[in-house]
């Protein structure tokens, strides 16, 4: 596998990213955990999911499959989906990103995420 920097901060990830979306939905829990190892086999160690991917389930699903794993990975969520239905449920507000923030590190079982890309559109995240 190969591996570059992201940025100027050291961070190495592959050049392969597993992207996340389909997780929950329309693949279920079993498979995507087992995607998720073969990744990890396969020296990917980056992997992309959002807080609107199958309303949380992508999230979800890859905190419990990187059990004992966490340090391995390299982990990129988003946020901006809307995942309720009152004026601060989506988008970036600042009450947004605070509530999401707390809501993707439970659902991913980590107390940091590498990566938080506020950079999405709300319907480019939505699951």
């Not at 309720?84 to 439970?106: C, F, K």
Request: glycine content about 12%.
């Amino acid at each position: 596998m190969e591996y570059t920097n992201v940025g100027r901060f050291g961070v190495k990830v592959s050049r392969l990213c597993l992207g996340a979306m389909m997780f929950g939905s329309p693949t279920n829990e079993a498979d995507s955990t087992r995607i998720i190892h073969r990744a990890l086999d396969d020296g990917i160690n980056f992997i992309d999911t959002a807080n609107g991917y199958n309303g949380g389930e992508s999230e979800r699903i890859i905190g419990k499959a990187l059990e004992g794993k966490r340090e391995q990975v390299v982990l990129v969520t988003k946020v901006a989906a809307n995942m309720g239905d009152w004026p601060t449920g989506g988008g970036l507000s600042r009450a947004h990103i605070m509530n999401e923030v707390e809501n993707s590190l439970g659902r991913l079982r980590t107390d940091y995420i590498d990566i938080y890309d506020a950079s999405a559109r709300p319907h480019d995240t939505a699951g």
